[in-house]
């Protein structure tokens, strides 16, 4: 190993409670081709959503349903808070966290009213998408599985 060959990895964490998914099992075409980046999906089992990763918090949607963090190593990550959830106008959503607020990976950003979303006819699951694609080098493999908020979710090698 030469001196220059430090990777830079970012590690990510599950943003929920629930069940860790690949998003080819997204039942939204945008997020299941991949259209807005790679990355991982979590059907939550309850409302707490945590940072899936450590960074700057950069923009936080009007309506909640969706914000952005950039990582240490400059991945640009849009966690997206389940499926066509923008229409229902912020209302299962509450935020903790404001536009330049520095994260910890597994810290509480949000909570989603997961009964809220479902009365009102839409999907549940949280997207973790790196929609700075250029910016990945690979990304690590993961099985779907059970997992806590906090969780190790996958390892995506930074160019």
Known sequence: ??????????EFV???NGELIHLDK????VFSQKLMGDGFAVKPSDNEIVAPIGGVIGTVFPTKHALMITSKNGLEIMLHLGIDTVELNGQPFEMFVKENDTVKAGQKLATMDLQK??????DTPIMTIITNSDAVKNIGDFEDKSV???DKALDIAVN
């Open 1 to 10: 190993m030469g001196l220059f060959s430090r990777k830079k990895i970012d």
């Open 14 to 16: 599950s943003p929920a």
């Open 26 to 29: 997204v039942n939204d075409p």
């Open 117 to 122: 979303v479902k009365d009102s006819g839409k």
């Open 148 to 150: 806590s908020a906090g």
